[in-house]
């Protein structure tokens, strides 16, 4: 088994890898790759924890072009989602871990030619939890904006029963184990203290000083969007608009990405991409990065199923979505909602109207006339699951047309 790397340069970089080969003695199996590669790279929650515990693996590479798929395999371990042990092609996948040992997690992406990685690597250990305890422990992120959350991770080794935080300067405890949420709105630099007991040992701590810290952040960029339309049938197209947040947003740089769009329409830089078409049925998610070279900083925020669309055989049943109608979004909130909605009419300037609700493959579930300008519709009856509420005027032609999740 050889591990070889070789550079070589001929007026430019070529990189040439052989990883673990199991190839016959002088005739090894090279792998060419351009530097224009993908880079492979990630993080996880925790790298030591208890066995039957789980880790969020978060996808951290770089590509100057998108990055379409993960190639995660996981030594020892089963991700959540996933039939077969030990791979995933989720992005971000969470993994569980039923069996002490020291395991390699592997990363590879590949972009939109095709290009593939070398693979990045950590390793995780899964310690029984059964011997003496040894106090350790991790955080999401250690440098913070005043008015952040963060998520803490026991990373203690040994046999434990019980947790007690102190998360110093803001006189807050807590007996999880893995407590999240924690809060720090105030500038400046604070410790945490973590002690484990068992009932068997004395109880052990550690305190890391000036473990977080928590800095006065100039409004940084939060992504936010805005569509045309959030259902439409196959073949149809819609426009996005950035709505997104923070000092200096005239200056932003957009990277859209629309999963499930049609070829041509798959990326974006525009702030407002339009005529954004879909050609296979489903619900997508819209991803945006925004950028503030001034800073520099960015952001990015993935908005699950930012549009659905309808394959031809149900469009049909659902005349709001057609291309001819309403340009006007139904007013209803909460949504997603669990026990009643409520669907503000007084804008829509109408005396007398329809209601017509569907479900996603264009079903009419429900249908009411009203004569009021607000009205409280309960939802016990109602599976969870995606519906349409269409508005109709008296002559049967939309008003408006809103996407509904019950959940």
């Given at each position: 088994m050889k591990n070889i790397v070789l550079v070589v340069l001929f007026g430019s970089f070529v990189q040439v890898q052989v990883s673990s080969c199991l190839c016959a003695e002088g005739n090894p199996q090279f792998k060419f790759s351009g530097g224009d590669q993908p880079i492979a790279s990630f993080s996880v929650s925790q790298e030591v924890f208890c066995v039957g515990n789980c880790a969020l693996f978060v996808d951290e590479s770089e590509s100057d072009i998108p990055i379409v798929e993960w190639e995660w395999t996981f030594q020892g371990g089963q991700a959540t989602g996933e039939t077969d042990q030990g791979i995933s092609s989720q992005q971000n996948p969470e993994v569980c871990y039923e069996t002490p040992g020291a395991y390699w997690a592997v990363l590879s992406v590949t972009d939109m030619n095709g290009v593939t990685s070398i693979p990045d690597s950590i390793l995780i250990l899964v310690d029984p939890c059964t011997g003496p305890l040894q106090v350790n422990f991790g955080v999401s992120d250690t440098s913070i904006c005043a008015g952040d959350c963060i998520d803490f991770q026991n990373q203690s080794l040994g046999f434990q029963t019980n947790y007690t935080w102190i998360f110093g300067g803001i006189n807050q405890t807590s007996s999880e184990e893995n407590p999240a949420g924690i809060c720090y709105n105030t500038p400046g630099t604070?410790?945490?203290?973590?002690?484990?007991?068992?009932g068997i040992e004395a109880p052990n701590q550690l305190v890391k000083t000036d473990f977080?810290?928590?800095?006065?952040?100039?409004?940084?960029?939060?992504?936010m969007i805005s569509v045309s339309q959030d259902t439409i049938c196959i073949g149809q197209c819609v426009d996005f608009f950035d709505e997104s947040t923070g000092l200096g947003s005239q200056f932003f740089q957009y990277e859209w990405l629309f999963d499930g769009a049609a070829n041509g329409s798959e990326i974006s830089t525009d702030?407002?991409?339009?005529?954004?078409?879909?050609?296979?049925?489903?619900?997508?998610n819209v991803v945006l990065t925004v950028k503030r070279l001034s800073i520099p900083d960015s952001a990015t925020q993935v908005f699950t199923n930012a549009v659905t669309v309808l394959d031809t055989l149900n469009c049909p049943n659902l005349s709001a979505i057609s291309q001819d109608g309403p340009n006007k979004s139904l007013h209803v909130f909460p949504n997603p909602a669990n026990e009643s909605i409520t669907i503000d009419l007084?804008?829509?300037?109408?005396e007398a109207y329809s209601l017509a609700i569907y479900s996603i493959d264009g079903r009419l579930i429900h249908s009411l006339r009203e004569n009021t300008n607000l009205i409280v519709l309960n939802l016990s009856d109602y599976s969870n699951g995606a519906y349409i509420l269409n508005l109709l005027d008296n002559s049967g032609n939309p008003i408006a047309q809103s996407k509904l999740i019950i959940q």
């Open positions: 604070y410790d945490v203290t973590l002690i484990v007991e068992n977080i810290m928590v800095e006065n952040c100039i409004n940084p960029p939060v992504p702030a407002d991409p339009e005529q954004i078409c879909y050609e296979t049925a489903g619900s997508f007084e804008s829509y300037n109408t």
